[in-house]
């Protein structure tokens, strides 16, 4: 009896961001296991001033940072959000959030974790 490709578990899993500061957050980091496609991002000024915002894309196997959104201003509870996007995340690819001075910028992203066999 042998065993016939049974494809790739995966799940969709939802990460958030609640940023204070002017510090970067990590909203999400892809798992050693895993493989991810990120598919929705969503940044919302929740603070009661314009702040600008950057979001980027660590590639860890690279030890590299790509802008994917650098210094958007965004006015008091107005938000900007990407659909239909693709972008592929490996193992240990990081998204992070830095907003440009203290405030409240929160973030959703969704991604879809493709599991990867080990062996």
Not at 29 to 54: D, K, Q, R, W, Y
Not at 97 to 109: M, Y
Request: proline content about 4%; charged content about 15%; aromatic content about 8%.
């Amino acid at each position: 009896m042998s065993i016939l490709s049974q494809g790739k578990p995966a799940r969709m899993r939802t990460a958030y961001g609640n940023n204070l500061t002017d510090t970067v957050e990590i909203v999400y980091t892809c798992p050693a296991n895993c493989s991810a496609e990120l598919t929705f991002v969503h940044v919302i000024n929740a603070g009661n001033s314009t702040n600008s915002v950057t979001v980027n894309i660590y590639v860890a196997a690279q030890n590299y940072t790509s802008n994917f959104l650098a210094g958007k201003s965004i006015g008091s509870s107005d938000y900007i959000t990407f659909i239909d996007i693709d972008i592929i995340l490996q193992p240990g690819d990081e998204v992070r959030v830095k907003p440009n001075s203290a405030g409240h910028i929160d973030s959703i992203l969704t991604v879809t974790e493709t599991f990867i066999p080990v062996g």
